[in-house]
């Protein structure tokens, strides 16, 4: 008696070398490889730098023949990746994730190097021609990634300090957009305080949402169990990394620290809370 | 009657299908869906006294055949693992299996006695790692002596909570270490581990990629070892085997089961069939009962070893 056959394996490593290397900042790079597969907005892939480590990153845009990644040094893994120069070696797995739906009339929302995935969602409705509204929010200028492409698009800027666009959080944009341009939903990806209050602004309003959320991943094939989010319990790198409401509601560890490698919440008390 | 229910020392499943450990079992809100959506029984993310963060990525690695990894049992510790026990168990009646290690067999005594706070319905001592041997050494289930020392600590600490010692191939002779294991008063066997450990290499730049440079090996890859590994433990012991390595499909289930398996650990099938993988083949095993007339599966628990092949099956 032979039943269903074996599916195919994903998931599997391919090795490739950086076509081309693009400066932002001193801490922002984007880094373009051999476009390996057909992947949406929003999808993700685990980059290895042979030796050193493998960390995930969202696929920043892709063109005919190349795949695009966005990095920000934030600490030894990415402080190591954007020294890497043009036509190194790298290892990528993936596609990963679900990634954003496309909807026409969306609100596009990114903070930070949040704007990775929302520039490549933006690419795409673009190339389909789906109208949207580009909405970016940075630090300080120095912190924005895309700056000409965005201008071009029309996008609507914040920053903290004011040094581009208006001055502020980017979520104080909202309100205003919507009054002006009511939108048909929200598609977000950025920290997590301002993604929120994205949600919030999303309740006000009644709008549709799709969110980008991370959290420590290691397998990226939904095994390892290091994604999940409590509350559902549900893998951020299968049924994630976007988020519907459906799905953020269930959710209750929005606004703790994020687990770590071991698995454990950085603040957990030492000593179990004893029995019942 | 649920034609698909199984009885393990103590318990009731009301399927075969339990997750086995490493798999989907960190948290309680994971472990709570992976058992609503159909596993019998699931299985903790094996636990020391101390968080332990693992080895760096890539540590899990999908290759044309299988998966391998060399997480490095990687855990929150004892104190995080009862906290997540007992909120599993405030939303799931579906049964918990803690699974335990040690890096000395004083240690597997103590996370042994601690676990027992979450009153999980099953211990089950993992003296098969294969991913810290520069650090631990040879695993305890290497040697005969060192597993019937873990097992004896772990028995007498677990109380009259079933003990569960899950083995590797990677010994001089599985059913013979199961018998040692029985002997100690081990109440079950969970057959096998990852294989090997096993390496790949990326050939432009000519390195392994694991990290930690070879990883255990599981998925469909395992399954003939596995299921030899379970024949032999039945050959040896009268114990109930949990039989785990490489099963993905209904078929494969069946087997296990025919080779002497209880029950049927689902662990690298996830990344082949969803977390869906149980759902299915729970339905294909109950479409086998109904095909072959039988009221419960557990009839065909161990027939591959005695059973003369059915009449008009051509054989
Ligand atoms: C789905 C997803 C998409 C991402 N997309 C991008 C992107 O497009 N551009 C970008 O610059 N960064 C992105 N990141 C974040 C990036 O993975 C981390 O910045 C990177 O792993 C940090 O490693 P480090 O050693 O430099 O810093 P560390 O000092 O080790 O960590 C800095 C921060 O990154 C987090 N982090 C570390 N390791 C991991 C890991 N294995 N998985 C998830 N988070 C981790 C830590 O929890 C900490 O908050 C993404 C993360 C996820 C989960
Ligand atoms: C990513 C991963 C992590 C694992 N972690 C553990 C563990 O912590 N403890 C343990 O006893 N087995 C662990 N295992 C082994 C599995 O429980 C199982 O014995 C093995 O993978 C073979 O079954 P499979 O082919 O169905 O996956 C792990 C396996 C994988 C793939
Ligand atoms: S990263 Fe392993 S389950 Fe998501």
């Given at each position: 008696?032979?039943?269903?056959?074996?599916?195919?394996?994903?998931?599997?490593?391919?090795?490739?070398?950086?076509?081309?290397?693009?400066?932002?900042?001193?801490?922002?790079?984007?880094?373009?490889?051999?476009?390996?597969?057909?992947?949406?907005?929003?999808?993700?892939?685990?980059?290895?730098?042979?030796?050193?480590?493998?960390?995930?990153?969202?696929?920043?845009?892709?063109?005919?023949?190349?795949?695009?990644?966005?990095?920000?040094?934030?600490?030894?893994?990415?402080?190591?990746?954007?020294?890497?120069?043009?036509?190194?070696?790298?290892?990528?797995?993936?596609?990963?994730?679900?990634?954003?739906?496309?909807?026409?009339?969306?609100?596009?929302?990114?903070?930070?190097?949040?704007?990775?995935?929302?520039?490549?969602?933006?690419?795409?409705?673009?190339?389909?021609?789906?109208?949207?509204?580009?909405?970016?929010?940075?630090?300080?200028?120095?912190?924005?990634?895309?700056?000409?492409?965005?201008?071009?698009?029309?996008?609507?800027?914040?920053?903290?300090?004011?040094?581009?666009?208006?001055?502020?959080?980017?979520?104080?944009?909202?309100?205003?957009?919507?009054?002006?341009?009511?939108?048909?939903?929200?598609?977000?990806?950025?920290?997590?305080?301002?993604?929120?209050?994205?949600?919030?602004?999303?309740?006000?309003?009644?709008?549709?949402?799709?969110?980008?959320?991370?959290?420590?991943?290691?397998?990226?094939?939904?095994?390892?169990?290091?994604?999940?989010?409590?509350?559902?319990?549900?893998?951020?790198?299968?049924?994630?990394?976007?988020?519907?409401?459906?799905?953020?509601?269930?959710?209750?560890?929005?606004?703790?620290?994020?687990?770590?490698?071991?698995?454990?919440?950085?603040?957990?008390?030492?000593?179990?809370?004893?029995?019942? | 009657?649920?034609?698909i229910?199984?009885?393990?020392?103590?318990?009731?499943?009301?399927s075969?299908l339990?997750?086995?450990?490493?798999?989907?079992?960190?948290?309680?809100?994971?472990?709570?869906?992976v058992?609503s959506l159909g596993a019998g029984?699931?299985?903790?993310?094996?636990?020391?006294?101390?968080?332990?963060?693992?080895?760096?990525?890539?540590?899990?690695?999908?290759?044309?055949?299988?998966?391998?990894?060399?997480?490095?049992?990687?855990?929150?510790?004892?104190?995080?693992?009862?906290?997540?026990?007992?909120?599993?168990?405030?939303?799931?009646?579906?049964?918990?299996?803690?699974?335990?290690?040690?890096?000395?067999?004083?240690?597997?005594?103590?996370?042994?006695?601690?676990?027992?706070?979450?009153?999980?319905?099953?211990?089950?001592?993992?003296?098969?790692?294969?991913?810290?041997?520069?650090?631990?050494?040879?695993?305890?289930?290497?040697?005969?002596?060192?597993?019937?020392?873990?097992?004896?600590?772990?028995?007498?600490?677990?109380?009259?909570?079933?003990?569960?010692?899950?083995?590797?191939?990677?010994?001089?002779?599985?059913?013979?270490?199961?018998?040692?294991?029985?002997?100690?008063?081990?109440?079950?066997?969970?057959?096998?581990?990852?294989?090997?450990?096993?390496?790949?290499?990326?050939?432009?730049?000519?390195?392994?990629?694991?990290?930690?440079?070879?990883?255990?090996?599981?998925?469909?890859?395992?399954?003939?070892?596995?299921?030899?590994?379970?024949?032999?433990?039945?050959?040896?012991?009268?114990?109930?085997?949990?039989?785990?390595?490489?099963?993905?499909?209904v078929?494969?289930?069946?087997?296990?089961?025919?080779?002497?398996?209880?029950?049927?650990?689902i662990?690298?099938a996830v990344?082949?069939g969803g977390v869906d993988v149980f759902q299915t083949i729970n339905e294909g095993l109950r479409?086998?009962?109904?095909?072959?007339?039988?009221?419960?599966?557990?009839?065909?628990?161990?027939?591959?070893?005695?059973?003369?092949?059915?009449?008009?099956?051509?054989?």
């Amino acid at each position: 008696m032979m039943t269903q056959a074996v599916p195919p394996a994903s998931g599997m490593l391919r090795m490739c070398r950086i076509l081309e290397v693009v400066a932002h900042s001193p801490v922002l790079k984007s880094f373009l490889v051999p476009r390996l597969f057909d992947a949406l907005p929003g999808q993700f892939v685990n980059l290895w730098l042979p030796g050193i480590d493998e960390k995930p990153f969202s696929i920043s845009g892709i063109r005919e023949t190349c795949m695009e990644l966005s990095v920000k040094a934030v600490g030894p893994f990415t402080r190591r990746l954007i020294e890497c120069a043009e036509g190194e070696w790298v290892g990528i797995r993936g596609p990963f994730g679900n990634g954003f739906p496309l909807e026409p009339g969306a609100l596009l929302v990114g903070g930070g190097i949040g704007m990775a995935p929302i520039r490549f969602l933006a690419q795409m409705m673009a190339e389909r021609g789906l109208p949207c509204t580009l909405v970016c929010g940075a630090r300080t200028r120095a912190d924005l990634i895309f700056e000409p492409e965005l201008l071009r698009w029309g996008c609507h800027m914040s920053t903290d300090d004011g040094s581009c666009g208006t001055c502020g959080q980017v979520t104080d944009l909202l309100d205003g957009l919507m009054a002006e341009h009511p939108a048909s939903a929200v598609c977000a990806a950025g920290p997590e305080p301002m993604l929120l209050r994205i949600m919030e602004f999303a309740d006000r309003w009644s709008l549709p949402y799709h969110i980008s959320f991370e959290r420590y991943m290691k397998c990226g094939i939904g095994i390892c169990g290091q994604c999940c989010v409590d509350g559902s319990g549900i893998r951020l790198c299968i049924e994630g990394p976007v988020l519907n409401r459906d799905q953020t509601r269930l959710v209750t560890e929005f606004g703790l620290p994020h687990r770590d490698a071991s698995g454990l919440r950085p603040g957990t008390p030492a000593s179990p809370l004893g029995k019942r | 009657m649920n034609p698909i229910q199984t009885t393990l020392p103590g318990l009731t499943l009301a399927s075969p299908l339990v997750l086995a450990s490493g798999i989907l079992g960190l948290t309680a809100s994971s472990l709570a869906r992976v058992a609503s959506l159909g596993a019998g029984a699931v299985t903790t993310k094996s636990f020391g006294v101390e968080p332990r963060a693992g080895h760096k990525a890539p540590s899990i690695l999908p290759y044309e055949h299988g998966i391998l990894n060399c997480v490095g049992l990687s855990n929150p510790g004892v104190d995080q693992m009862i906290r997540e026990i007992w909120a599993y168990r405030a939303r799931s009646v579906v049964p918990i299996i803690a699974s335990v290690f040690g890096k000395t067999v004083e240690e597997f005594g103590v996370v042994t006695a601690r676990a027992l706070e979450a009153e999980p319905d099953m211990i089950e001592a993992n003296v098969s790692c294969p991913n810290v041997a520069a650090e631990f050494g040879v695993p305890f289930g290497a040697d005969f002596g060192s597993c019937a020392q873990v097992t004896g600590i772990v028995k007498k600490n677990a109380g009259r909570i079933p003990v569960a010692v899950k083995l590797t191939v990677n010994c001089p002779a599985i059913g013979r270490m199961a018998g040692v294991c029985e002997e100690h008063g081990a109440d079950v066997i969970t057959a096998i581990n990852t294989i090997g450990p096993g390496m790949l290499i990326a050939t432009d730049v000519r390195r392994p990629v694991l990290s930690n440079l070879t990883g255990g090996v599981s998925g469909p890859a395992v399954f003939p070892v596995a299921l030899r590994a379970v024949w032999e433990v039945r050959k040896h012991t009268t114990l109930p085997i949990i039989g785990v390595g490489g099963v993905t499909t209904v078929d494969h289930a069946v087997q296990m089961l025919m080779a002497g398996a209880t029950a049927v650990g689902i662990g690298s099938a996830v990344h082949y069939g969803g977390v869906d993988v149980f759902q299915t083949i729970n339905e294909g095993l109950r479409e086998f009962a109904r095909a072959n007339g039988l009221a419960s599966l557990g009839a065909v628990i161990g027939t591959a070893h005695s059973e003369p092949p059915p009449r008009g099956s051509g054989a």
